[in-house]
């Protein structure tokens, strides 16, 4: 087999292959090489000793000391196929160093699954410029100007119409929140609601629900404003938990103000919702990390029930994520304002709803009566049919405001519907008869009527 020598060492070898044949200049041959006419001598020697052998380095073909080992090599393959297959390759990494004790670079994890044929599950094809392309194409075959207009108006819209903004300049100066749906953990959809700060990009709440519900987002505001503070200004998407218009309704006074309104007003935070996702896209990325981080940590800690995840998400994620992605967090530049008391956050924090005072001066809520109790433990009456409000508070507790008082709310016992005398053994149960009607029933004369005059038929036949 015939040697195989490379780009700079073929070109040694002919140089000094000609310099030896036809006894050549020296110093021409050293300023045609780039070295010393000391060099020039060395390899002249050694082409005469060993011929082109000699212009191969020596360490063609050994392996590098400081190379991994191949069990390595073939331990993070099979980790990642067996293990941690829904990982993206930055965070695989980190598990091999905190995890397996394997510690090793991102280049040499992503050369290493590449060749392997694996990709990332992170790893996205570029839609945008593939189908811009595709219009460009059938822009050509366009045959009305009608048609041109429309590729072009398609092409335009591919395009990047949502600039680019700076961060903003300090901490609570604007969240983004928002809810995603996915299998974080099992086999069943359930919604994540987050808020993230512009500024630092640290996720400042988190909470786990089954639906995108007020209650998700008031946990989120709970921990917020519990943490860190009241913020400036929230951004949303125009869902009817943030914003509610009426229809066919011209007066903006006219609108419906929702529960978390309310409860941003009363907290003086600017809300604004918006319908375009680019708008928002700081909290729109979150979610994409977090489907591909978040599902895998709470996997690896067998997390079966939302109450778990939400315990996983507050005590061990949310502060490992954001000492690892957050921007450092400047407390004499930030502008949240000090956190309110416990008590405060929890009756703003509330859902409320109109209810009547009835007859037996008892409300019913949700299929339940109560009673008005007041600070010292009696009972309050009110006159029937005065207006007030049930407050539902953050921790569960019920209360009821009228004319600028707040009352506890007392439930009502439910009494049984028969007396305990009335029926001796409730537990067992009567034989239920099957009511079977008589042929000359008024509903089925008819076809016992059509079914008699048949049989006399046949018996005329018969005689």
Known sequence: MELELRKHELRQYNAIKDCVKNHG????????????LRHVNRLISGFNKHGKQFFVHGNRGRKPSHAIDEKIKENVINLYNTTYADANFTHYCKFLKTKEKINVSYSYVR?????????????RRKTRKALAKRLKEAKKEAKSKKEVKKIDKAILSLSEV???????????ELIQMDASQHIWFGSKMIHLHAAIDDCTGAILGAYFDEQETLNGYY?????????????CEILTDRRTIFEYKKTKETKVENDTMTQFAYACQTLGVMLNTTSVSQAKGRVERLFGTLQSRLTVELRLANIESIEQANEFLIKNFLPEFNEEFSLPYNISKSVFIPQAEYQDINLILAVLTDRKIDKGCCIKYRNTHYKLVNEKGDYVYYQSGTEGLVIQALDGNLYFSVNDM???????????E????????????????????????PWKKASFDSYVRKQKHRQKLMA
Do not use: W
């Open 406 to 416: 707040v009352y506890a709310l007392e439930e009502v016992p439910v009494h049984a």
């Open 418 to 441: 028969t007396s305990k005398t009335f029926d001796p053994a409730p537990n067992e149960k009567k034989e239920r008869k099957i009511y079977i009607p008589p042929m000359s029933h």
């Open 219 to 231: 946990n989120v505001m709970h921990q917020l404003i519990t943490n860190y503070g009241i913020p």
């Open 25 to 36: 200049n020296k110093k021409r041959v050293a300023a045609q090489l780039g070295c010393t």
């Open 162 to 172: 949502h600039p680019r903004r700076p961060r903003r300049a300090y901490p609570g």
């Open 111 to 123: 050369q290493v699954l590449m060749n392997a044929n694996i990709c990332s599950p992170k790893a």
